[in-house]
């Protein structure tokens, strides 16, 4: 099977970082490629069997002009993390929105989140595979999280300008066998098992299989859950220069879903983070995937290469669940400062998404300028059919009773005082987008120290809404060209500057009050940067700042209540600064830290609570300072190998309340890991999160409705590699 060095990869680990810049030293072009050479035999020590990723063609990560970020397997693992959600947290670009009580993942990348009614999309082996509607992601089967940061539009298109993520999954390693299972015991009973074993059938066929189950209480009262996943991955080698890789994808979450604590007058003591304020009688919510993968990969030669590939994925997700009611003239609890009126809340979100691309790479030459090329090709369909039920409080006005206003005592809980109310249909829908896209990127070295980047992707939308409720069907589509354009400047054997520019669009879901689908949103990002090594290449990171804006953001129609349009704007700039590698004495470091200043650009009311926007308002759960840390050291015990750990994050204070100046507060969080082999191939391991027990608040979505996070937390378990 055809070896690709894994610099590209390993080293696309770091990220943004701030460093104190000496004078650049005059540029030594013979001291250079002996950099590089000494880069390259480092990179031969770092190789792997697998499959080419998307969208980054053959080029070191310094040639590059954007700021990635790579989180690995191995990270991932030592840490003890295990939900994609606690994973982005270690990049500090990343910062966690509303996850709809717990059922899906939600993230803003520099600042910006996308539609916050949805999930956040994200690239699965560079296929879309983020939208839908099967639970928080597990990190099991995951070989890396990378965070591919600004103006990516022009070949993944149709996202965020803030970035993407994509998740590298782990998959069939043609001609090895090995493995490795673990069992882990947690705080509030939770238990967990997981196995991943790659098995070499034939000289050229390998299955990899993997999966994990886990069930047990949560700091929330009354909240029990349990999840399963089965990740088997088939790798066929056709040939020394071909390989055929299918992944399959099976998982299930059930759990109460959960809006967290209410907070009155700015007191986040109102009530104790464990406190349920659903109703346990709802039961369950249910989130299930299912998906497939079949990838082709061919190398022409030393070249060209070509990549193929299909995706299906199904998602349901289906429950009921009693929340707090956000609106004041139906809410008692702004009476007494106890009783919570309570909407009840039925869901049942459908959603199939289809994908099939390719990308052809290599590298030519034309009079003594080198090209790389990329040139791709993807279409895409995602159907999603929602069936939304509400009851609703009276108006307190009314004076109505407690069980006509589903009532309950938040200071001393009572589950199961009243039937459950019945709900009645708010919204019943079919949307369908439909895209198809073209792009082309050519990277052209100019001389030894400077590379231009130049690239497009011409994109056509259909989007079609099926209205059961009000019988209307709506069409609409669109063409759009998205530029993309950088530059590389080599200063100096380990330092690099860059810059870059590139526009965007994303689908927003959707009709107005006339049935008419919404004009997308529109996104202009710049760039620049730098990026460098230090210590002879053992810790790389990124210096980099940036701007983006949008258009077309949904706001409410001040002539039809209740309905949106796509009338509003908002800008993010920053600075982030992110840092990896070892120091010496073989210290494992991570750091990463970003400024964010994102804001509203127009005045608009909200879509959701008709809350008014004026410019220069923050947008919410941004915060303007997030900083991540993270230090890990091998060493041995006897002839035992062992390892130590430990990390911080700090997120600073940000607005929990879209058009108002309700503020969560910033938290520090500590938390340390290790692990020790007591046999051969056998390990005990354990980690201890929120190590000093600080309380802190995840996101929020009003202060009725907002996610206290989790206080210490300690697990323990064993591992066995074979």
Do not use: C
């Not at 690099?496 to 689908?517: C, E, K, M, P, S």
């Amino acid at each position: 099977m055809h070896r690709f060095t894994g610099n590209r990869r390993r080293l696309a680990r770091t990220v943004p970082l701030v460093i104190a810049l000496a004078p650049f030293a005059p540029f030594d072009q013979a001291a250079a490629e002996e950099a590089q050479r000494e880069s390259d035999e480092r990179a031969e020590a770092i190789t792997v069997t697998g499959v080419r990723q998307a969208y980054r063609g053959n080029f070191a990560v310094s040639e590059i002009p954007q700021s990635i970020g790579e989180i690995s397997a191995e990270t991932l693992e030592r840490s003890g993390i295990q939900r994609l959600t606690d994973a982005l947290d270690l990049n500090a670009s990343v910062v966690r929105q509303n996850t709809l009580g717990g059922l899906w993942d939600s993230f803003a990348i520099r600042g910006f989140t996308g539609d916050e009614n949805l999930p956040s999309g994200y690239l699965v082996n560079g296929f879309n595979g983020g939208r839908g509607f099967g639970g928080q992601r597990d990190t099991a089967g995951i070989e890396r999280v990378e965070v591919l940061k600004g103006p990516a539009a022009a070949l993944i298109g149709r996202g965020e300008p803030g970035g993407t993520v994509n998740l590298v999954t782990k998959q069939a390693e043609i001609g090895r066998s090995f493995g490795s299972a673990s069992v882990q015991y947690g705080s509030w009973g939770r238990l967990r098992g997981d196995g991943d074993v790659n098995a070499q059938l034939t000289g050229g066929l390998t299955a990899r299989l993997i999966g994990y189950a886990e069930q047990g209480d949560t700091f929330r009262d009354h909240v029990h859950q349990s999840r399963w996943g089965f990740l088997p991955s088939i790798g066929l080698a056709l040939g020394p220069d071909t390989r055929l890789t299918y992944d399959f994808e099976k998982t299930r979450v059930d759990v109460p879903f959960d809006r967290g604590i209410v907070v009155l007058d700015g007191n986040f003591r109102t009530v104790p983070r464990s406190r349920f304020l659903g109703e346990p009688g709802d039961g369950d919510t249910t989130a299930r995937a299912s998906g497939h993968q079949l990838r082709l990969q061919h190398e022409f030669s030393d070249r060209w290469s070509l990549l193929l590939g299909g995706s299906l994925r199904d998602t349901l997700l289906i429950g009921s669940s009693s929340d707090a009611e956000t609106v004041p003239s139906r809410q008692a609890l702004y009476g007494d400062g106890r009783s919570l009126s309570r909407q009840r809340r039925t869901r049942y979100y459908d959603a199939s998404h289809k994908v099939i691309r390719a990308e052809l790479a290599g590298e030519f030459e034309t009079g003594g300028l080198r090209h790389r090329v990329l040139i791709g090709a993807d279409h895409d369909a995602f159907t999603y059919d929602q069936v939304f039920r509400r009851f609703r409080p009276p108006s307190l006005t009314t004076d109505p009773s407690d069980e006509q206003g589903n009532v309950i005592d938040i200071l001393d809980p009572v589950y199961g005082r009243f039937a459950l109310p019945q709900t009645s249909v708010i919204t019943d829908r079919v949307d369908r987008q439909r895209a198809s896209g073209a792009y082309v990127q050519d990277q052209i070295t100019i001389d030894a120290r400077l590379q231009l980047r130049i690239g497009g992707r011409y994109d056509h939308l259909t989007l079609e809404t099926d209205n059961r409720l009000s019988g209307v069907d709506s069409r609409r589509r669109r063409s759009r060209f998205s530029p993309q354009a950088g530059l590389v400047y080599r200063l100096s054997a380990p330092l690099t500057a860059y810059a870059a520019y590139g526009q965007g669009f994303r689908a927003n879901v959707g009709t107005d009050a006339a049935g008419a689908i919404f004009d997308p949103e529109t996104s202009e990002s710049i760039e620049a940067g730098l990026k460098f090594t230090v210590l002879g290449g053992a810790l790389s990171g990124t210096l980099a700042a940036f701007q983006l804006t949008k258009a077309n953001v949904l706001a409410t129609d001040p002539n039809a209540p209740g309905y949106s349009l796509a009338i509003g704007k908002a800008r993010s700039r920053g600075v982030e600064f992110d840092l990896g590698g070892h120091l010496p004495g073989g210290i494992e470091v991570l750091v990463s830290y970003a400024y964010l200043d994102a804001e509203a650009r127009s005045r608009m009311q909200d879509p959701n609570f008709q809350f008014q926007i004026n410019p220069g308002d923050p947008l919410v759960n941004i915060p303007r300072h997030n900083l991540a840390m993270q230090l890990a050291k091998a060493f041995t015990i006897g002839n035992r190998q062992a390892q130590v750990g430990a990390g911080m994050q700090h997120l600073g204070k940000r607005l929990g309340e879209t058009g108002s100046d309700f503020t969560l507060p910033a938290h520090t969080l500590f938390r340390v890991f290790g692990s020790v082999e007591v046999m051969d191939r056998l390990e005990l391991f354990g980690s201890v999160a929120n190590l000093f027990d600080a309380h802190w608040y995840a996101n929020s979505y009003s202060p009725l409705w907002v996610q206290p996070g989790a206080p210490r937390t300690g697990t323990l378990g064993l591992r066995a590699r074979f």
